[in-house]
């Protein structure tokens, strides 16, 4: 469904990544791993179209998708939940979801609200504060209108950077958990992490990224018994 061939990007004359090639397939999880500097937020946000590709090639349902802009892509289906979860701190939560179905929501005022009820439904804590400020929630509860925005933009495939970011364990399997009903209700998904661990036991595949080029790719399963995987990215165990 999404296939990324030879793609280079960076910043300036700062080339980051070098040739990546990878794919996701309908209801997949695929999680990047790689060490801090590994250029996995670069990835993401040449994929979303912040920052432009220097070469390659991007498609999605086999349409070109290199070189347009971010909001383009996500009415085609990409969208991405960005590291720091880039929500409106001084907005309400439900004005952030609103803010979600920007691309197709013009005067549909009642399916905007039946989609918002459907992203309650995933997150209840959120519909009990629908009215707070969304910059005075938990990270937990704000790493949720992050993923209930990029919902609300009725995505085929989500970019998730870094959701267990500076989360307590058990919100991070309720995240993860999240994460996982959202690939079964049809979604595909590639997954950025440093807790290698947790987002190996989720994923059906897995690239290890490296100083910008893919080192390493397999199942999930495989990377996780793979030896200098453990000692890389698994604390050695
Ligand atoms: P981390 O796990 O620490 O978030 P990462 O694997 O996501 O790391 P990137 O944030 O993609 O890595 O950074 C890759 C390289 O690109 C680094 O050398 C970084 O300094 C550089 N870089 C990232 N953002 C910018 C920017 N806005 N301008 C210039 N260089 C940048």
Redesign the pocket.
Known sequence: MFEVDRLSS???K?M?LHDISLSVAEREIVVIL??????????L?TLSGL?AATGGSVRFDGEELLGKEAYRLARNGICHVP?GRGIFADQSVQDNLELGAFGWARGRRARIAAEIDQVYGLFPVLAERRHQRAGTLSGGQQQMVAIGRALMARPKLVLL??PSLGLAPLVVTAIFDTIRRLRDSGLAILL?E?NAQAALSLADRAYV?ST?KIVMSGTATDLAANHQVQQSYLGGI
């Open positions: 960076g910043y300036g700062l980051v790689g060490a801090n500097g590994a250029g996995k937020s670069t990835l946000r920052i590291e950077d870094e950025v440093q990224l910008g």
